[in-house]
């Protein structure tokens, strides 16, 4: 079955510093990949969106950006951190096709202070 | 735009008594609605899929319906455990890809 893993479970980064969460997938190859962000009590906003390596979508305009450098990889990243940028970061994955549901991560609790 | 729409944003239920959650949706080129709990700091736990309108699935105490601009999450005689946040999200067809949007969610919170 596929498995998405992110990591790490908690980050307490300072406003100004870099941030890089990685995703990564087992269990299948191609699939598509999301990254949401969701505020304390609120639903999940889309992100980034990939089809394959090096394609990237992004959703809004942030602080933030994505990369795909391999098949099974998601990486997040910003070169200097916000308040605004606190949240819950959660890493999905789909296949693609017909009858395939998202499968999540656990998710990263990022908190800038 | 692409837009899902969840309600009531809270519901609190006693144990026993029965409700439905509202998803309305506005997408071109659905591919399918899914339906997700969520208990707090996890990430979401797929529940359903429905892909054409007129189209049930049943879970234990869940069934979800959808129409070509809404589904409802019905709920028959919860239990406390069913308390957490429901999702739903829309898929929809884009030239790069499949683009999954999500609503708001709806807290619910049944008591014993």
């Known amino acids: 079955s596929q498995t998405i893993h992110q990591w790490p479970a908690t980050l307490v980064q300072p406003v100004g510093s870099p941030l890089s969460l990685e995703c990564t997938v087992e269990?299948?190859?191609?699939?598509?990949l999301y990254w949401y962000r969701q505020a304390a009590g609120r639903g999940l906003q889309l992100l980034f969106y990939?089809?394959?390596?090096?394609?990237i979508s992004s959703e809004v305009p942030q602080n933030l950006s994505a990369s795909r450098p391999q098949d099974r990889q998601f990486i997040l990243s910003s070169k200097k951190l916000l308040l605004s940028d606190s949240g819950f970061y959660l890493c999905?994955?789909?296949?693609?096709?017909?009858?395939?549901?998202?499968?999540f991560g656990q998710g990263t609790r990022l908190t800038v202070v | 735009e692409d837009q899902v729409t969840q309600s009531p944003e809270a519901l609190r239920l006693q144990e026993g008594e029965s409700s439905s959650l509202n998803c309305s949706y506005t997408?071109?080129?659905?591919?399918?609605l899914f339906w997700y709990r969520q208990d707090p700091g996890k990430g979401p736990e797929f529940l359903f899929t429905?892909?054409?309108a007129g189209e049930e699935k049943e879970k234990e105490r869940l069934k979800a319906t959808l129409t070509k601009k809404e589904s409802f999450l019905h709920i028959t005689a919860p239990k406390p455990e069913d308390s957490a946040t429901y999702l739903c999200?829309?898929?929809?067809?884009?030239?790069?890809?499949?683009?999954?949007?999500f609503g708001a969610g709806t807290i619910l919170r049944v008591k014993s």
């Open positions: 999905a994955g789909e296949m693609g096709g017909s009858d395939t549901e998202a499968f």
């Open positions: 269990g299948t190859s191609n699939p598509n």
């Open positions: 990939s089809v394959g390596i090096g394609q």
């Open positions: 997408v071109s080129g659905l591919r399918g």
């Open positions: 429905l892909y054409s």
């Open positions: 999200a829309v898929q929809a067809s884009r030239e790069y890809g499949n683009k999954l949007v």
